[in-house]
């Protein structure tokens, strides 16, 4: 351990290198940051042993710690998890460069010229858990977009980010950019978190990325603003006027092609008008598929094997093949039950009423809202914006996924000849 | 003073009025918006010998109190600047509805359509000291915006804004929008502002207007994101390039125009080739136009009528007929000064080389800059946004002058005929 002098020592002189790095890379030219991006793919493969063999250090600790599987798959690499890290920074390299994009461009009646350009925020605070990867994925992002990183990672990771940290930085400094773009705070002590979430002079955003405890607390002690997401209750509505079949096909998808992302679908709710020829065949094909249904008194007459729904069941993300249903009276009712239980992440309407799906994609307060689609695509990747940080639930600045155009700030920039100001 | 408990209830039920008012605000057609502006216009004009009677019992107490000349300024309410608040109004029911614009839309090669489209935050808490107009031009902002607004104003213009809250409301309701589309704080307890900031919830961004004490302790409590404007610490860089005629005009208008405006620049740097020609001429003018000038060594040698400033004076807004001077050797030294001392407000070059120019423009980390203009052109009116709720030093969603378009979100709305994700 520390003194909590010596660490806001450490922390803050991170914090200056980074700030420092940060505007040398806003005015890097795109060519030299992807140059470095696939420099550090090429490094990470050549690094691969040495990862892994750190990795199997973390593996080792983590299994004598008693990490749950669930944790313990997270943490682990293997060769083609390298691969596809290095892949990912490749992929990164090709997104277009969200840097100095015009954003909107207009003239005055005087003369003067306005345009407001994308710049990068400047120096991003991630701060993670269990998987190594976003070492990686994380640092590109921001390098992408111009900023300077500091990652914390979880102590479980600690070794296995390190070496890929090594890499990063050994393929970012041959290419000629300054070491300290993306640095990692080298202690695991958790106090670091802390210090790091004051540091509003240095740092410009902080994402965390991890579990609602992770998430938590940094929300309560950030001093910096956040990208936050906290979690994921998605919903999927049946309207009266949809289409049985294609509601199932959503349905299923929306619940169970992944049950442990963001996106997955935790509670389905179905219009009182059909639900006497919807329901029970959604119900039943929920089961079948192997999905517990926690339902409201409609539901537990509809099949059986439904579970009574308790109050907490409309307001949990399960993430796992766990779903609450429910009957309602209407969109009007949908959006009211969305609004109040959700987590204004992603909801889904199926529906052939387009005035109904009108209200329903209006009504509900979220990032993400579709119409005859599953909500497991709530995705950077799906909407076609490249790789994302994760998915934002606050309204602020980003809302929904945050790629690398989020990761930009703007600026005003004003030519005149002369203008000054009258009166 | 209220117990603890009282205040909690008292401000949860105002946020909770907020976010109903706010969900009826979001799906309010532009015109009934505009209708409900025009109609609060007019009940302040017809309201107004109650509201100056308000604003005399303010003065009286603001009197007693012994308030400084400009706070009691700042408070004063005449014919005059009633009818400027009822005209502010209408101006801004004339706006385009910021509300419901496409963002970006394209589609996806599975045939999805998304669009990113403008939505309202939601609800908006204005925390404001003594001018009493800032009651009808943030509520009007935001409800423009389609946003609901809980204002907590200072205890000195209680009774004033009070006055303004009863017309504005008078004008709302008569068009049938919901009462609680606007509501003040109805305490002037100072515990209200600590109970307000914690209330993220139902608050989704705190707008602080006034001093640097307020702002700081509102940075320093908000558990909700913020429009923030620390301060305006701006300077005006004239190159070895520059026309001596324009950056005196330039200079005189940046500093003099208004001294107490933001975008007053603090501190005029000149470079150390054109310091024996411009350098002399530019002090003489700001002195003999009432300015006291505070330089460095080669300022002070300039002029004898030159104090010599001290290291604070390359980081104080003086708000005032004060300007800090110094010399630097060349645009990236300017460049370099700016980011470390100045607020990353606005910052304005005057120079012929279009090369130095852009170096500056781009280095320069603020959230406005200038080539050849006033830095006094930093204002949402100056730039076409309309009314402004503020300049925003933050870099988060919006930087720079804060209109009715940054005082919305967005949401992707995503359309498809029975997608389903892959994989």
Redesign the interface.
């Known amino acids: 351990m520390m003194t909590s002098t010596d660490l806001d020592a450490l922390m803050t002189d991170l914090g200056q290198r980074a700030r420092k790095a940060a505007?040398i890379l806003?005015?890097t030219p795109s060519a030299a940051k992807d140059k470095a991006l696939r420099a550090a793919a090429q490094a990470i493969r050549i690094d691969t042993k040495l990862i892994l063999a750190a990795n199997a250090k973390d593996m080792e600790a983590g299994e004598a710690k008693g990490l749950s599987k669930a944790m313990l798959d997270r943490l682990m690499l293997n060769p083609a998890r390298v691969e596809a890290m290095a892949k990912g920074l490749e992929d990164i390299a090709r997104l277009p460069d969200p840097v100095g994009r015009s954003l909107a461009e207009?003239t005055?009646p005087n003369g003067?010229s306005?345009a407001r350009i994308a710049v990068p925020?400047?120096v991003i605070g991630i701060i993670y858990e269990s998987r190594p990867n976003v070492t990686a994925d994380a640092a590109a992002l921001c390098l992408k977009s111009g900023n300077a990183t500091i990652l914390r990672g979880g102590s479980e990771s600690f070794h296995s980010s390190q070496a890929i940290l090594t890499a990063l930085k050994g393929g970012f400094t041959a290419c000629g950019l300054p070491a300290d773009a993306v640095q990692m705070v080298p202690t695991t002590d958790r106090a670091a978190v802390g210090v790091m979430l004051r540091l509003s002079n240095y740092i410009?955003?902080i994402v965390p990325r991890g579990g609602k405890s992770l998430v938590e607390r940094v929300?309560?002690e950030s001093?910096i603003?956040l990208f936050q997401h906290l979690e994921g209750i998605c919903h999927t509505y049946v309207d009266g006027s949809a289409?049985l079949e294609?509601a199932k096909?959503?349905v299923?998808?929306?619940k169970m092609?992944r049950t442990g992302i963001c996106g997955a679908t935790e509670t389905l709710l179905v219009d009182r008008a059909c639900a006497g020829t919807h329901l029970a065949p959604l119900v039943a094909m929920l089961i079948d598929a192997g999905c517990e249904v926690r339902g409201d008194a409609v539901a537990q007459a509809a099949d059986a094997r439904v579970i009574p729904a308790s109050d907490a069941d409309w307001s949990t993300e399960y993430l796992d093949a766990i779903i609450s249903v429910g009957v309602v009276d209407g969109v009007g009712a949908a959006v009211e039950h969305i609004?109040t239980h959700g987590s204004h992440h992603t909801e889904a309407i199926v529906a052939e009423d387009s005035q109904v799906a009108e209200t329903f994609?209006?009504?509900c307060?979220?990032?993400?809202?579709?119409?005859?689609?599953?909500t497991?695509?709530a995705?950077g990747g799906?909407?076609?914006m490249g790789a994302e940080i994760g998915i934002s639930t606050?309204?602020?600045?980003a809302?929904?996924p945050v790629g690398v155009e989020q990761l930009c700030?703007?600026?005003?920039?004003?030519?005149?000849?002369?203008?000054?100001?009258p009166?």
Chains 1, 2 share one sequence.
């Open positions: 505007r806003a005015l207009w005055r003067m306005i925020l400047g410009d955003v929300v309560a001093r603003p289409d294609m096909t959503i299923l998808n929306a092609r609004n994609l209006n009504g307060d979220s990032a993400i809202v579709l119409w005859n689609a599953s497991q695509f995705d799906e909407f076609g606050g309204k602020m600045h809302r929904g700030t703007f600026k005003y920039v004003v030519k005149g000849n002369g203008q000054v100001r009166g």
